[in-house]
C-alpha cells in the first residue's frame, strides 16, 4: 500500500508503480487566466485516487458514466504546494478520536498537503456534475419500468441508500488512515487496509482487495463506454434517417464512428483534451435544459393517465437504471481528499448531502416529468423522444451526441490506467515496443466497446445491466463490507440488523437486474440476429 498525502500515489491497485509516461509540472508553461480559473480540475482532484503519481498529467477517475464529465476537464499540471490543514473545533475532535480509536492521536486531516485543494463551493459544483450525466437522460425510461409511484419513492430510497454507502466509506476511509497514520487513502487502498484489519481469514484476503475493485472498475467503465457507443450512433442515427429517408442500421453509425473514436482513444494527455471537454459541459447543460423545455412545452398528461406501478420483471430494471445514474462512487474519495477542509464534506448539513439532495431531487423530477409526457413510448434516452421533425430537436440530439463523443475519451482512459498502466506494463521491458503495444492496448479497448454495442445496440439494457452488475458491488455491498471489517468491535444489534439490510439489498439488486438485464439482452440479440 502507497502512502498518500504528501507522498506520490501509485497505481490503482496500489501493487505496481506507473512508468512516467506524462510531462511534468517543470515542463509546462505558466498556467494562463483560462487554466488558473478551473483550478480544480481532474488532474488536481483525481490524483488522489492513486491512478498515477501526483505531478503527471492524470486522466479523470471514474465509476460512473458521469463522473469523467467532472469538471471542466481542464488537465492543470502546475502544481504548488498548499497546505490543506484543517483546524478543528471542540466538536470536530470528539469526532476524530471517536473514528480514530482512544489511543490514536494521528489525524489525518492535519497532515494532508493538498495540491491547489478546493473549497466547499468548488466540492460541491464538482458532486454536482459527477452525478448528472449521461443517466439523467435515462430516468422516464426507468420510471415507464417501475411506475411512476414506485419510480418517485424508488428514486428517493435508492438515493438515500447510495448517500448513506458514501458516508460509511468516508468514514471508513478516515479512520484507516489515522490508524495507518497516512494522510488519506484511495477506494482500493480503503479496501485493502479494512479487511488487513478485520478479522477472521479477511487480513489473507487483502493482497487482492485492490485487483477486485479495479476488476469492477474495468468492467463499469467497458460497460459506460458501450453506453456512450450506443447513444451516440442512436442519436446520430435518428437526426440522418429523418433526413435521408432512409432506415439506416444503428450499427452502421457505429461503424462510421468507430474510427474517430480510435483515434480520440490515441491522446495520451488529456490535457490537449481539455478546451473540448468544456465544450462538451456547456453543450450538455445547454441540450438538457432545451429537453426540458420540449418535455412542458405542450403541457403534461394527468398522473392518472400513467400506470402506477410496473411489472415485477420491470423493477430490476429499474433498479439497475436509478442506481447507474445516481451512483458517483468513484469521485467521492478523491473529492474529499482534495478538500481544503475535509471536515466539512460529512455531517447533516455537509457537502455531500446537500449535494445528494439537488441530485436526487432533479433525478425525481426529469423521471417523473419525462414519463408524464412521453409515458410508455419513454426511450433509453429520453431525447429518442424528441420530435425529430424539428430542428431545435435534431440539434439537441447532435450537441449531445458530439458531448458524448468527447467525454468517451475520459471515460475509456480509466480502463486503459486500469489495464495498461497497472497489469501490463510493467512485463513490457523494451521501451521501443512500450508505446506499440500501449497503442494495441488503446485501439482494441475501443474494439471491445464497439463489438459489444454493435452485438446489442439497447440503450436501457447496458444501463441497466452495468448498474445492476457493478454499481450494486462498487456502491453499497463493498461500503458495507468496509465498515464491518473497519469497526469490527462493534456488533451491536442496531448495526449488524443494519449492514445485513444492506448486504442483502445490494446483492438482491445485483442478482435479480444483471438476471433480468441479460435475459433482455440475450432475447434482444437473438431477435436481431435469428440465425
Keep these: 500500500m502507497c502512502e498518500l498525502g504528501s507522498k506520490p500515489a501509485m497505481a490503482l491497485c496500489t501493487h505496481t508503480p506507473v512508468p512516467s509516461t506524462y510531462p511534468s509540472a517543470s515542463s509546462v508553461p505558466p498556467a494562463g487566466p483560462f487554466e488558473s480559473f478551473v483550478d480544480t480540475s481532474f488532474v488536481r482532484i483525481m490524483s488522489r485516487v492513486g491512478a498515477l503519481p501526483e505531478g503527471k498529467s492524470n486522466p479523470a477517475f471514474a465509476t460512473s458514466p458521469s463522473s469523467a464529465e467532472l469538471g471542466s476537464a481542464v488537465i492543470n499540471v502546475h502544481l504548488v504546494s498548499v497546505s490543506s490543514k484543517v483546524p478543528l473545533d471542540a466538536g470536530n475532535q470528539q469526532l476524530v478520536q471517536s473514528e480514530l480509536g482512544p489511543n490514536s492521536h494521528y489525524d489525518p486531516y492535519q497532515h494532508r498537503d493538498v495540491r491547489h485543494p478546493t473549497n466547499n463551493t468548488e466540492t460541491m459544483l464538482h458532486l454536482l456534475k459527477g452525478s448528472l450525466g449521461t443517466g439523467i437522460l435515462a430516468m422516464p425510461n426507468a420510471f415507464k419500468n417501475a411506475g411512476w409511484i414506485i419510480g418517485l419513492f424508488g428514486t428517493l430510497f435508492i438515493g438515500i441508500i447510495c448517500t448513506y454507502c458514501i458516508h460509511m466509506l468516508v468514514t471508513c476511509a478516515y479512520a484507516l488512515s489515522g490508524r495507518k497514520k497516512v494522510a488519506s487513502l484511495n477506494y482500493p487502498q480503503t479496501f485493502e487496509e479494512a479487511l488487513r484489519q478485520g478479522p477472521g481469514i479477511l487480513p489473507k484476503l487483502a493482497p487482492y482487495a485492490g485487483h477486485f475493485v479495479n476488476l469492477f472498475l474495468f468492467i463499469y467503465q467497458t460497460g459506460t463506454c458501450c453506453v456512450y457507443v450506443v447513444f451516440v450512433a442512436s442519436n446520430i442515427q435518428s ?9 439506416t442500421d444503428v450499427q452502421i453509425f457505429m461503424l462510421y464512428i468507430l474510427l474517430p473514436l480510435i483515434l480520440l482513444n490515441y491522446v495520451r494527455n488529456l490535457k490537449y483534451l481539455a ?9 450538455t447543460i445547454t441540450g438538457f435544459t432545451i429537453t426540458l423545455y420540449y418535455i412542458l412545452r405542450d403541457g403534461l398528461p394527468e398522473a392518472a393517465d400513467r400506470h402506477m406501478f410496473g411489472t415485477l420483471e420491470g423493477i430490476p430494471l429499474f433498479f ?6 445516481l451512483e458517483a462512487i468513484g469521485v467521492i ?5 482534495n478538500m481544503k477542509t475535509p471536515v466539512s464534506f460529512g455531517g447533516a448539513t455537509g457537502v455531500l448531502n446537500r449535494s445528494m439532495v439537488i441530485i436526487i431531487i432533479i433525478y425525481m423530477g426529469l423521471g417523473f416529468l419525462g414519463f408524464l409526457q412521453y409515458g410508455d413510448q419513454s426511450a433509453g434516452s429520453i431525447t429518442l423522444n424528441l420530435p425529430d421533425t424539428e430542428i431545435l430537436a435534431q440539434s439537441v440530439q447532435l450537441m449531445l451526441a458530439l458531448a458524448i463523443f468527447i467525454t468517451y475519451a475520459l471515460q475509456c482512459y480509466v480502463s486503459i490506467e486500469i489495464v495498461w498502466n ?3 506494463s510493467p512485463h513490457v521491458k523494451s521501451k521501443g515496443y512500450r508505446i506499440t503495444f500501449e497503442f494495441l492496448v488503446r485501439t482494441l479497448l475501443v474494439l471491445l466497446t464497439f463489438l459489444l454495442a454493435a452485438a446489442v445496440p439497447n440503450l436501457e439494457l447496458f444501463i441497466s445491466l452495468f448498474g445492476a452488475f457493478c454499481l450494486s458491488i462498487l456502491g453499497i455491498v463493498l461500503p458495507t463490507v468496509i465498515q464491518m471489517a473497519t469497526f469490527e468491535q462493534d456488533r451491536s444489534g442496531l448495526r449488524l440488523a443494519k449492514n445485513t439490510f444492506l448486504i442483502v439489498f445490494g446483492l438482491v439488486g445485483l442478482v435479480t437486474g444483471t438476471y433480468i438485464s441479460i435475459k433482455d439482452i440475450i432475447h434482444e440479440f437473438f431477435t436481431h440476429h435469428p440465425h
Excluded at 474519495?333 to 481528499?337: A, Y
Design 239 to 247: 437526426v440522418v434517417n429523418y433526413h435521408t429517408q432512409v432506415n
Design 275 to 283: 478546451p473540448f471537454s468544456t465544450l462538451a459541459n456547456i453543450i
Design 320 to 325: 439497475g437504471t436509478v442506481l447507474f445514474a
Design 333 to 337: 474519495m478523491p473529492l474529499e481528499n
Design 422 to 424: 497497472i497489469y501490463l
